[in-house]
């Protein structure tokens, strides 16, 4: 008896050996490979001067909350084309911040990379934005008929509607004194705009009392994905499953998956018995959803549950926060700037002549007004950055080489305020999108939808929904800079700001 016991204990005690010896074997291991990796990086980045960085952390220290473009500036300044970027030892990513540059990559099909979208994917599945090879081309051409002009024309109606809503609730902003905080508003309004246009799905957002769950969790988000990629010890999964900053991710992302899930759900048993897109046609608009569900490829392959899914996590989060982004900013920029504020509101008042509604046809009509978004686009690009992965080499137009398996970022925020290519960049001048001013630059100079094969598949919804917010807001109210309140602007994943985007509003009184 005490034999066996004895033989036992002396088997377990080995097993705890083996087990110790595996661990070392693959720490050393997977150490090595880093390593190796990191020395590889250390021989490319001696042709790609950047800035100096600290041995363990990288640059991740210099990326203080509310300081990260002071850098992105600074670095542009230095290294006006291309500068690494450490994210702890072993992640470097090489930032462009030029035209010239990010035309190489953008007009390139290189995959996204595996480092920032690798952070979202638990939550947005493998959709348009994170897809990629053959599974990314065939889902870009289901989708693509979802954007065509027939689809987006009848969403300027539904799109003004859901701004009527919003204009609705700043009365009480226009009779007293107090700030409107803009992002808040804008991105209830945007949300209700993609679940109406996008979805035909009609939840009263703007309205309901409290904080909407679904915008809650989106910020969460995306304030827990830039947590993570701020800390490199949250960089491998499984450390990142078993952090707290892990935890609240997963909980946020059941909520986004639910509010997902019972959009389909609806919708669905809403189409049981309709056969083709044609006889939804003649009950309403057709909408994106209907095409989600009835897309057949030349095999008569439907989108699996999935990957449905997936597209329209895909496309709720990108078709409202980005949008969200953009109209609070130029919302702000118009405030800012009186002189360019009165220019649109006289075009606009023209165009609309006496309507309280915008209409397919006006959205054409309004040249100043389209100018000055893309300004305040460029000045604040809501999607500030983005990346790919080199699957090859890569060579610039001066001869530079980046090897395959390098991390390329594409700093839009970097391009839009790099003072080689835009004189007095950081000055507010619709005037630079005159024709003839355009024609002067490269047209990579303003990114803010990415430029090639990737490019944003939702950008004229966008552009639509930002003119009619624009627009209908003017017509309405006069927007007043807060000068005790500048919005401390922020890359998350989308462009926010640390301290909220804060305007005053009074009513513009009726001609007589
Ligand atoms: C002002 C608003 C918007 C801006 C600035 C914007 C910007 C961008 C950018 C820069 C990309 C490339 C991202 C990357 O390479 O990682 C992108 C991709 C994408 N956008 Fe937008 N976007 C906006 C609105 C929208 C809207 C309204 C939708 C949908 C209704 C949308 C859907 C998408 C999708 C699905 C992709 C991935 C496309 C692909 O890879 O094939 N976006 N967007």
Not at 52 to 63: A, V
Not at 172 to 198: G, N, Q, W
Not at 343 to 368: A, H
């Amino acid at each position: 008896m005490e034999l066996t016991a004895a033989f036992v204990k002396f088997q377990l005690a080995h097993l705890h050996h083996l087990f110790a010896l595996v661990c070392i074997v693959v720490v050393v291991y997977k150490l090595s490979t880093l390593l190796a990796k990191r020395a590889r990086t250390l021989r490319v980045t001696e042709a790609f001067p950047g800035p100096p960085r600290h041995w363990l952390f990288g640059n991740l220290l210099q990326f203080k909350e509310g300081k990260e473009f002071e850098n992105i500036l600074k670095w542009s300044q230095d290294y006006p084309y291309i500068f690494p970027v450490w994210f702890g030892p072993f992640v470097c990513s090489f930032t462009i911040n030029h035209p010239d540059y990010v035309k190489t990559i953008l007009s390139s099909s290189e995959p996204k990379d595996d480092f920032a979208y690798k952070f979202i994917q638990s939550w947005i599945g493998d959709g348009l934005l994170t897809s990629k090879g053959q599974k990314w081309f065939r889902h870009r051409r289901l989708l693509t008929p979802g954007f065509h002009y027939d689809v987006l024309k009848p969403y300027v109606k539904l799109m003004s509607d859901s701004v009527k809503t919003m204009l609705d609730k700043w009365e009480r902003y226009a009779t007293t004194d107090e700030p409107v905080e803009l992002f808040e508003h804008v991105s209830l309004m945007t949300l209700d705009s993609i679940l109406k246009c996008a979805f035909s799905y009609d939840n009263n957002c703007q309205l309901e009392s409290g904080k909407n769950e679904y915008i809650k969790a989106v910020y969460d988000l995306s304030v827990l994905v830039n947590k993570r990629a701020r800390n490199f010890l949250l960089h491998n999964n499984f450390a990142f499953y078993l952090s707290p900053v892990g935890y609240r991710f997963r909980k946020a992302c059941k909520v986004a998956h639910d509010h997902t899930a019972n959009v389909i759900k609806k919708r669905k048993e809403a189409l049981k018995n309709v056969k083709d897109l044609e006889s939804i046609k003649k009950k309403r608009h057709l909408d994106f959803l209907d095409i989600l569900l009835q897309s057949r490829d030349e095999n008569k392959q439907g989108l699996s549950d999935e990957d449905m899914r997936a597209e329209v996590d895909t496309f709720m989060f990108e078709g409202h926060d980005t949008t969200a982004s953009g109209l609070s900013f130029i919302l702000y920029c118009l405030a800012c700037h009186p002189e360019h504020q009165k220019l649109c509101r006289e075009e606009i008042n023209q165009v609309l002549d006496g309507k309280d509604t915008m209409e397919w046809e006006d959205l054409s009509k309004i040249p100043y007004t389209t100018m000055c978004i893309k300004e305040s686009l460029r000045m604040y690009p809501p999607v500030p950055g983005m990346s790919r992965k080199l699957t090859k080499p890569i060579t610039f137009f001066d001869g530079r080489t980046l090897p395959a398996g390098t991390q390329v970022g594409t700093s839009v925020f970097g391009i839009h305020r790099n003072p080689t290519v835009w004189e007095n960049p950081d000055v507010f001048d619709p005037l630079r999108f005159l024709p003839e001013n355009v024609s002067k630059r490269s047209p990579h100079a303003f990114v803010p939808f990415s430029a090639g094969p990737r490019n944003c598949i939702g950008q004229n919804f966008a552009m639509n929904e930002i003119k009619v917010a624009t627009a209908l807001a003017l017509k309405r109210y006069h927007l007043i800079e807060d000068p005790t309140r500048k919005p401390k602007i922020l890359p998350r994943l989308v462009l926010r700001s640390l301290n909220g985007i804060y305007i005053r509003i009074k009513p513009v009184e009726p001609e007589v």
